[in-house]
Structure formats: C-alpha cells, structure tokens
C-alpha cells in the first residue's frame, strides 16, 4: 500500500516567515494529494489539494506543488500569522485508499 | 450547519468491555469513513463506507466491526476492547468515493485501561 513521510515534524517559525512542509510518497497511481490543518481539540480540515495532472496551485497565503516524477509534495505557508499554528497533515490519495503523513506541528511565534 | 457529530466525545473503558461510536453527517454524503489518530502516525482509516448499503476494511480493522445504519449514520463498534485501541478516533465523509475531500468530525478519545 502507499506509504507517506511528512518532514519536519516541529516547525517554529517567527511571524512574518515563511513555512515550509515536505511530504514523499510510494504509490504512482496516487492521483489526489490533499492538505489537511488540525488545531486543538479539532478534526483535521482541508486547506489546499492538488491533483496529479496539475504542477502548482496557490489560495492567497497557501500554496501547494507536485513533483510526480520525484513523488513530492510541498506545502508552503507565506506571511506566517499565529492563528497559522496548527498541525498539519499531508495525504496521498488513490481511489479509496487515502493514506495521511505524519504530521507537523507548526508554531508561529508573534 | 452541523456537519459531521460524533458522540460520545469521552470514554473510558476496561480491558474486555465493549462500546459503540456513533457519528452522523447532515450533508447528504455517500461515503463515510472511522480514523483513528495515534501520536506520530498520523491519520490510520479503519473502516469506510463508500455508500449505503456497503462497509470494507482500511488499514487498521483489525478489533473493530461497522454499521452503515443509513445514509446519515455510521457507527463503529469494539467488541472487546483492548489498550491497544487507545486513540482518538474521527469519523469522516466524503460526497462521492474517492473524491478525496473529507469532512471531519471533532473527534472521540476513547482510553483502555
């Protein structure tokens, strides 16, 4: 089955930075690979998704890229604010078998 | 605007006993998922629900039975429980299969001792 890194598992960034997270996985035929933010006490919500016939997609301070060759993904965070800390989960995707990273918790320190 | 209810948010069991989660979505979705979250493992799906009338197995069955009672409702029962079924566990739903996009709900911990 597919299996999913996510790195790093800490992240701290200074308000204001940017923040980066990095997921690899396993499966060619994954063909959705969806970003999910968890705060406390909360289930996961989707922020951003990608699928696999598309390079790059942004949703203003969010942005999502895919290498499919190299089997990379990248979250990146601009303008990072405190309500931007979270944990933050990445997932491959095919069919029904949606398999999820093992999360990053990013703190944003004002 | 309700989404995904799991109940109960709390429990606490002993080694043996058994229990049933409960979650229902308001939004007319046809699928319907069970996760359980463990520190460091991120997100591991149990049991799904592509559509009423229909259960298979995730990654992780292994201690857990499914009922699809409807199309709103899917509950996830352990028969008997053991520590190693510690968790917080998340229903989710989808509006079609394999769409990916999940709809979460708050999430139940539930402790073995």
């Known amino acids: 089955g597919e299996n999913v890194e996510q790195h790093p598992s800490t992240l701290s960034v200074q308000e204001g930075d940017s923040a980066v997270i990095k997921c690899t996985y396993s499966?060619?035929?994954?063909?959705?690979f969806p970003w999910y933010k968890q705060e406390l006490g909360k289930g996961p919500q989707l922020i951003i998704d990608i699928r696999s016939n598309v390079g790059e997609k942004k949703d203003q301070r969010i942005a999502v890229t895919l290498n499919k060759t190299a089997k990379h993904f990248s979250l990146h965070i601009t303008e990072t604010q405190p309500e931007d800390s979270a944990v933050y989960f990445c997932?491959?995707?095919?069919?029904?078998?949606?398999?999820f990273g093992a999360g990053t918790r990013l703190t944003v320190k004002p | 605007n309700a989404g995904v209810t799991q109940t109960p948010k709390f429990q606490v069991l002993k080694t043996g006993q058994s229990m049933t989660l409960q979650c229902a979505q308001d939004?007319?979705?046809?699928?319907m998922y069970w996760y359980r979250q463990d520190p460091g493992m991120g997100l591991r799906l149990i049991y799904y629900s592509a559509s009423e009338g229909t259960t298979d197995k995730g990654e992780v069955p292994n201690g857990y039975n499914v009922s699809r009672l409807n199309k709103r409702e899917f509950s996830l029962r352990l028969e008997s429980a053991a520590p190693s079924q510690t968790s917080v566990y998340f229903c989710?739903?989808?509006?079609?299969?394999?769409?990916?996009?999940?709809?979460f709900g708050e999430g139940s911990r539930l402790t073995v001792l």
């Open positions: 989710a739903s989808s509006p079609r299969t394999g769409s990916g996009e999940l709809f």
């Open positions: 997932a491959a995707n095919n069919n029904n078998d949606m398999r």
């Open positions: 499966d060619s035929a994954s063909n959705y």
């Open positions: 939004m007319n979705h046809n699928s």
